[in-house]
């Protein structure tokens, strides 16, 4: 029902006390669409709703898109490993105190008598194996979904929540707006893309790191080929020989929605193709412009 | 126009691996409704494995560490801050209620410890301060920059009072129900709301200060 002139304002004021509950999920589903009704035909309201949803979204994206630290996730396995079974004497309860205590001095008649017999010449038969090198472990990687996170944090910052891919670039100022070292890219991507048509080509940067971004369009759906320089990051997660032979990697990941990311790499690059979830195109313009885009990516200067 | 998306209860990343533990006689499970009557000792701990309790905590670390880092601001710290909350988890698990929510636990000892350690950064001058600014500009409702940046929208964020900072990354990051939020925070739900609300409003006028201060950026032309 259209609210009246004499029922708007009533219907604003509780919109615009209940925005906040209303973005957190926290009303109940018939006051939440009594509210996007009366957005939807109050232009004020409906204003201050797609600002503040838009900003809930961009303080999630801006937040989630700071990365793990390399080596935090090691650390702290490396430190719960050194506190396994690191409980204190005096926290067991007394009953458990003098069963420990005498296992403990058990355990250090045992260890002394062994020394003196050591010391006086006395050599066991057998030598127990001891491995004295402290236990290797490696260092985990940059968990793959990381890595992809990296393209599509780009995308959704250049391409969705900065709408580039509204703009229409002619060839020659892609070619310009990507520069010299990756001339022919965009005319790579483009023979591959089906019924996608490359709309945006440039340089950008999306939490201090540069990307090279393609966006294509058809009609509402928008998919970005993004390249960037790698940082240590791999996506080869077994004893692989080289960054060329792993395949394509693919995702669905949250950010501000769904989206499908596939990745590969090569030596020095990461290139990603993210598209909204379900984008059929996505497989088939990766798998399309890998061998090609590997072969120019290690042509580009270092 | 839809509700938005994400819900709360796929959000919570409940805990619901069976991990085989050991209790004591003297000691009553509170997943069983009762409480502990008595001292939680090794003989529990024993019975978990480290890798059982990294299966069901470490997948939240993300979570966990980007939340300290904006709040104390300091990536080196949050680091320290985080391997402190895994410890502190690995230790206390015996106690963690099985079937509950593991995401919110770990979310509990960091506010605990960052309420600890950390509370010059919770200077309740800067948060009367900022009631008495929000009661000044209460007719004013900036709008928000057509662009944002995530590096202005992290320096918006970063200049509000940390108690409402922290209300904001546990609702609209995180997306914890008001109730998860009055629980990790020990705080009354009411609070929660007002905090969100005036948090948010702070937000709008600090990004609004930040777009016209720095101008905002036309992509097209200027790159990013």
Sequence with gaps: MTPTEH????????????????LSRELPGDIAHAIEEHAAECPDCGRILHDRRRLAAGVKHAVNAETLPFELEGRIRES??????????F????????????????????????????????RPDRITTYNPQPEKRSIPATPVSDVLRLGLSDHVHCAILHRQGDSRMTLEQMNAAVGSD??????????????????????????????????????????SVVVTRKQGETLRTGAVASADSVPPVHMRLQDIREFDVTAFETDRFLAFVISEKDEPENGAISRAIAPEMRAFLGRVNT | MEQPS????????????VVERTFVPNIRNRAAGGTFSGSIHAVASHSISVEDFETEALPYLNDIFRTA???TGDKSSAQDLVQDVYLQAWKSFDRFQLGTNCRAWLFKILFNKLHHYHRARYNSKLVKDAEEFLREVAAYEPPVPEQIRDEEVLMALDKIPADYREVILLADVQEFAYKEIAEILGIPIGTVMSRISRGRKLLRIELADIARGYGIRNMKEGGR
């Design chain 1, 7 to 22: 029922d708007r304002p009533r219907g604003c004021t509780t919109t615009q006390e209940l925005v906040d509950r209303y």
């Design chain 1, 80 to 89: 719960l490993r050194s506190r396994r079974g690191g409980a204190s004497i």
């Design chain 1, 91 to 122: 926290t067991l309860e007394p009953r458990f105190r003098f069963g420990y205590a005498a296992a403990a001095m058990l355990l250090i008649a045992i260890a002394a008598w062994g020394t003196i017999r050591y010391l006086s010449g006395e």
């Design chain 1, 182 to 223: 990756y001339f022919g890219l965009v005319q790579l991507v483009r023979s591959h893309a089906g019924a996608f048509e490359i709309v945006s080509a440039h340089r950008c940067e999306a939490n201090g790191r540069p990307f090279v971004h393609l966006i294509l369009r058809r009609g509402e759906n928008v998919i």
């Design chain 2, 6 to 17: 994400g819900n709360n209860s796929a959000n919570a990343g409940n805990c619901v691996k």
């Design chain 2, 69 to 71: 880092s904006r709040i």
